[in-house]
């Protein structure tokens, strides 16, 4: 069983930066963590949780959502099985509990239910 642990979050003003972590751990990820696709989501009340980016196993592809394109970097380290989200830019509207997941196949996905593991979420704040 994959286990994945965010940190980072915070309180932050519109146009700072903050970097999340997501550290994960068991199951073949340990010892494969290059097959395993790696996404952030995030959760803003009264919104459905959305997809924001998604990184391939070796790390040399990546997806975006528009509404963070330019401005977040999703970025691995498989020697140190985490993954990254670099936020600058930040706006009052990212404010929301992000999630990272993660999933064994060979393409990342964007939605949902293409990830098996989730992590408990960590909160960023974006003040006006």
């Known amino acids: 069983q994959v286990q994945l642990v965010e940190s980072g979050g915070g309180l932050v003003q519109a146009g700072g930066s903050l970097r999340l972590s997501c550290v994960a751990s068991g199951g073949t990820f340990s010892t494969l963590p290059w097959t395993y696709v790696m996404g952030w989501f995030r959760h803003a009340p009264g919104w459905e949780r959305e997809f924001v980016v998604a990184?391939?196993?070796?790390?040399?592809?990546?997806y975006s959502s528009d509404s963070v394109k330019g401005r977040f970097v999703i970025s691995r380290d498989n020697a140190k099985s985490t993954v990254y989200l670099q936020m600058n830019s930040l706006k009052s509207e990212d404010t929301a509990v992000y999630y990272c997941?993660?999933?064994?196949?060979?393409?990342?996905?964007?939605?949902?239910?293409?990830?098996?593991?989730w992590g408990q979420g960590t909160q960023v704040t974006v003040s006006p």
């Open positions: 990184i391939s196993g070796s790390g040399e592809t990546t």
């Open positions: 997941a993660a999933e064994r196949r060979s393409w990342p996905g964007r939605a949902e239910h293409e990830y098996t593991y």
